[in-house]
């Protein structure tokens, strides 16, 4: 594990690496909200970073040192380092891996695809973001893939505002890539998040005709469907943490971290100039190339 300034502040498992069980409140004051918007800020500028290095013979360790000392540099704690054990200042996942991929020495090769998700905790909450990045030159179906998961990730975002409820969250990323052929993983969802990682708040990408939570303002939580070219099933490899496809077909992913508004929504996992990863990186679901944009 890499380390950590002792001046930053440190979410309360850093040290056991066990998350604390207590019920989180699901509406955030004020002052809550101001630090989120700097979480936020600060992994989506560390996201950005790590993306502008993304390029073959890279490995994803190299990654996971940018990420770190980006985020170290902005004063927060790489959230991820230590959370129930996972050794890594960030997660890189690639091709096949649906999430939760560790860095290690493997150099990316082009052609690849890979999600890297950034979480930091700085002024005593989490921001939560991840953008899947093309490595070199990507065959069209991978940058389809990509491209329309993003468009899957912003169509489930749309639908956030007061009074409506989390299923209509997953109805409307099924209604923007099922279309497409894809499927959509049912076992890693989005979560409530603040002052924990991860809440009690479950926000399925899939319709579940169930769940009549009700959207209320000042509610945060994440948006990050997997979408997989093949089939929705994952299985996780024998280190514990890695999921990939079952059937071995690639997978991408995007996250935000979104506020419900008084009248919408409100994305908090925003550079200040407010173009984050996906945007600065989009790609054309057509296209074939890597550049950013
Ligand atoms: N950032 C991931 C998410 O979107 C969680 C990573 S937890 C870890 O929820 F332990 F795998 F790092
Ligand atoms: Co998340
Ligand atoms: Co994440």
Known sequence: MRTVPAGIARPEYALTGTPSSRQARAIR????????????R???DALIEVGRHVRPGITTDELDRIGHE????????????????????LCTSVNEVVCHGIPDSRRLQDGDIVNVDVTAFIEGVHGD???????????????ALVARTREAMHAGISVVRPGARVRDIGKAIEESVLPHGYSIVR???GHGIGDQFHTSLQIPHYYDPRNDTVLLPGM???????????AAGVAMWDDGWTVS??????????????????DGHELL???????PADVLFAVDPVGADARPV
Request: glycine share 6%; with cysteine.
């Open 220 to 230: 945060t939580f994440t948006v990050e469907p997997m979408i997989n070219l093949g």
């Open 129 to 143: 973001t991840s953008c899947t990045f093309l490595v070199g030159h990507v065959d069209p179906a991978s940058v």
């Open 269 to 275: 996992t925003v550079p200040a100039d407010g173009r």
């Open 42 to 44: 600060v992994a989506a």
């Open 187 to 189: 076992e890693f969802i």
């Open 245 to 262: 496809t079952v059937d071995r077909q690639r997978t991408a992913q995007f996250e935000h971290t979104v506020l419900v508004t008084e």
């Open 29 to 40: 004051t004020d002052d809550e909200l101001a630090a989120m918007r700097v979480a936020g």
């Open 70 to 89: 980006a985020m170290v540099a902005a004063g927060s704690y790489p959230s991820t380092l230590n959370y129930r054990g996972f050794p890594k200042s």
